[in-house]
DNA sequence: GGCCAGGCGCGAC
DNA sequence: GTCGCGCATGGC
């Protein structure tokens, strides 16, 4: 069961873990007390740690099948993470909080997300807090996901398309998932009839439009928003939720709806908006919420596996 | 104990 | 097309 490491070094001139990891974009990220940066993605764990203009890396395997393909875990990690794009952002002279909030958040560089797993994620975390979204994630994981021992850690993959779609709603609330328990339900049963067979990136943005146009997917425009810029590489996209408002009105003077603010917010910084718009959401939430370092906190990979299956009912 | 969370969907206009 | 309101849940 315990698994083989695979090692390495990454070059890394413009992207930082911390700042890319921390931000909030990716729910199954943390910091452990050592220093390292542990997490599960495509169903591999990845340990990372900055070093200067480079990332040591430590894999569960050197092989990762992805929507693009499979990948050397090396080639898998620059992908995943971007480390060759990190676009120069050009900012107007009098746009002065954009500015500071770009000079600040450098290096905050937006991560490729498994879509399904970025699609359910976002559905789940609608009006939730972070770490209740990050439970209830992590809850799918270890009753429905592979189980895999790293390091003497034990992960939890995040569950196929086929395994989601065989719960209903009734389990989710059961399982005190609220009213996103229909919406993740319906989600993840279209999302299984859809894929048959895989799915490219052309194939998942038009999934992700169809939820998007469907009423009662969970997939609203912030949430369909979430997904364009964190797993769909459209990364004009500018996800509108409560801290982007606030800073909307209160830097900006913009007001009104979700989808006002999304079209204004697109509108003004063009291609690279969603990058525009994530360094200004960092940059007021670290002034106003709750800081980086407060939300970053020690990680716990070994989460007990749940006692209660899903297929036992045990009312 | 009240307020709020990386909002959505539905019914009125 | 746009606006207002109800919504389940748990953290703080």
Redesign the pocket.
Known sequence: MAMHCFEGMLESTSVDIGLTLG???VFRWGRDVDGWWKGIAYGVVVHLRQMGDQIQYRASSERVATYCGEMAIDDFLRWYLRLDHMPRIRVPREDTYLRRARDLLKGLQFVRQDPFECIISYVL????????TKKRIGFLARTLGERRVFEGETYWTFPGADALSELDSGFY?RH????RSE?VAETAQFIAGAVRGGADLDTWRCISDDLHAL??????????RCIDLFSLDRLYAV?V????RKFAREWYGVT?????ICRWGEARWGKWAGYC??YL?AYYRELYGPTLYDRVLSFNASDEASAVMPFEEQV
């Open positions: 931000s909030g974009q975390s609608v009006q939730a807090h972070m770490s209740l609330r005190r998932f609220g009213w919406r009423s009662g997917s969970g997939v609203g425009i912030k949430v369909a996800p939720d409560t801290w982007v009104g709806s979700d989808a006002k718009n994530e959401f």
